[in-house]
């Protein structure tokens, strides 16, 4: 029926992995921390476990080490609603890039003679099937000594509710029984293949008491106030949990979740993914990369400078305007590649075999080469080494106007590389489809935000590079 065919294609969206992140709906809170902090907890304590087990002690490297493992991986994935083979590729991926990153860096610093052999070999593995090993061991206690099912009932039949209910009931580890519907709707209005229409809402009062119900989700539309306030005063004589769900999937969630404003609940629709703890994660992950890689690519901006005074007469570095984080304008800094500096209210976007490119500037822009001042602005604070790259003021002003949502990316810092440019999308827009497309990915990297995809995205834009863009002209 035409009803269902769209919750079905609604849920179908909603239940996208990493598409919203409102929680487990259908899990326990405290299951989903336990979960979330797995990673973290079992990486962290085998760095240190590994080395005491053969030495009888902990050496200040592998502090150092265990205290680096876990700001790598903190906060985790909470993986409940993954697959065993889903968890072990996430859990794996995850381990990869702490692997690389470390051992990275120790070889940088010439710091691999500090760590023991046998350790190192070790250090390799026993996290990474340890880690399995308590995610299985997890999957297998929750469902058997921690879930005690509760009887659930949803009252509107409205598709807001029928999305939750879907995602409840296919929910892993789910500790909600969804039973079905009551609504004062009959026939075709409120058909559904997956869930069955239980009654009108008067009948609700006697079907809680008789099948002993412990939870009730009011999915009415917030216009039904006058039968809201009546269904709620007849269950006044019952021990119900009673929730309200809001339509809040009429528009497209970033960082939606349930907060509360001196005590006063509030639905957060689109929020930054860096408060709190995620501020300081990212901050302190921005300096820290941002220095050792000013260390190691100062010999390398140094020849680019010379070679940019060289190539054309005007200034080494060129600064321009751009919108920063929360539509503020900033100055970032750039090698010059062009004999212009534009700034002003209209800027040519380059083209292919642009005359303004000079020779050598089409050789670092190539390369992205004439953006590494920009770990500068990084150090500055202005811009994150990944993020949404910053636009140019006036297509700022020009995209605004035609993309809907397209301030949003400004929520966050800019940054050097992106989740759009690594995904293919760099070079010219020189339609709005085009720009459109960044855009999307720039929101969905607000959506997605976590220290390890922001690795990747580091991963993927050094191997872009070695490799060579030919969108980037």
């Not at 265990?66 to 968890?87: C, D, I, N, Q, Y």
């Not at 501020?279 to 820290?288: L, V």
């Not at 304008?329 to 500096?341: G, P």
Request: proline share 5%; hydrophobic share 45%; glycine share 6%.
């Amino acid at each position: 029926m035409p009803m269902d065919n769209n919750i079905k294609a609604l849920s179908k969206l909603m239940l996208q992995p990493d598409s919203h992140k409102l929680g487990q709906p259908a899990t326990n809170p405290i299951i989903v921390t336990i979960s979330s902090l797995i990673d973290p907890a079992v990486f962290t304590v085998m760095t240190l476990v590994i080395p005491f087990a053969l030495q009888g002690r902990v050496a200040p490297p592998y502090l150092l080490c265990a205290v680096a493992v876990f700001l790598l991986t903190f906060p985790g994935k909470a993986r409940l609603e993954s697959g065993f083979g889903g968890v072990v590729f996430g859990v794996t991926k995850t381990w990869l890039l702490v692997c690389v990153v470390l051992l990275g860096v120790s070889y940088l610093v010439h710091a691999g003679y500090l760590f023991n052999e046998r350790m190192l070999s070790l250090w390799l593995w026993l996290p990474l099937v340890s880690a399995l090993f308590a995610h299985a061991l997890f999957r297998f206690i929750v469902p058997r000594f921690l879930l005690q099912q509760k009887k659930a009932v949803c009252v509107g039949m409205t598709s807001h509710g029928l999305i939750m209910a879907h995602r409840v009931r296919h929910a892993h580890l789910s500790d909600i029984k969804i039973l079905g519907f009551f609504d004062d709707r009959a026939g075709e209005r409120v058909s559904n293949e997956e869930f069955s229409l239980l009654g009108k809402v008067d009948a609700l009062a006697d079907y809680i008491k008789h099948h002993k119900i412990d939870v009730i989700y009011v999915t009415l539309a917030m216009t039904s106030q006058p039968r809201i306030l009546q269904m709620l005063d007849e269950l006044r004589d019952t021990t119900v949990s009673i929730y309200f769900v809001p339509d809040v999937f009429v528009t497209d969630l970033i960082q939606g979740r349930v907060d509360s404003l001196c005590n006063m609940p509030v639905i957060a629709v689109c929020d930054s993914p860096f408060s709190g703890s995620h501020s300081f994660i990212k901050r302190g992950s921005d300096i820290i990369l941002s220095i050792l890689i000013m260390i190691l690519i100062s010999p390398i901006m140094l020849m680019v400078a010379i070679g940019v005074k060289l190539s054309s007469p005007g200034p080494i570095v060129f600064v321009q305007r751009r919108y920063g984080l929360n539509g503020e304008e900033i100055y970032i800094y750039k090698f010059r590649s062009m004999t212009v500096c534009e700034d002003g209210g209209v800027v040519n976007q380059a083209k292919k075999n642009d005359s303004r490119i000079t020779k050598f500037g089409a050789f670092i822009r190539k390369s992205s080469l004439d953006e590494l001042p920009q770990f500068i602005n990084v150090l500055q604070g202005r811009m994150s080494i990944v993020g949404p790259r910053p636009h140019a003021v006036a297509h700022n002003e020009q995209y605004r106007k035609l993309i809907k949502g397209y301030m949003v990316r400004h929520k966050v810092k800019p940054g050097i590389t992106g989740l759009a440019q690594v995904s293919g999308c760099r070079g010219e827009t020189e339609t709005v489809d085009k720009m459109r497309q960044r855009i999307e990915y720039d929101i969905e990297y607000l959506r997605r935000w976590s220290l390890g995809l922001d690795l990747q995205i580091i991963f993927r834009t050094v191997m872009t590079v070695l490799k060579g863009d030919k969108q980037a002209y």
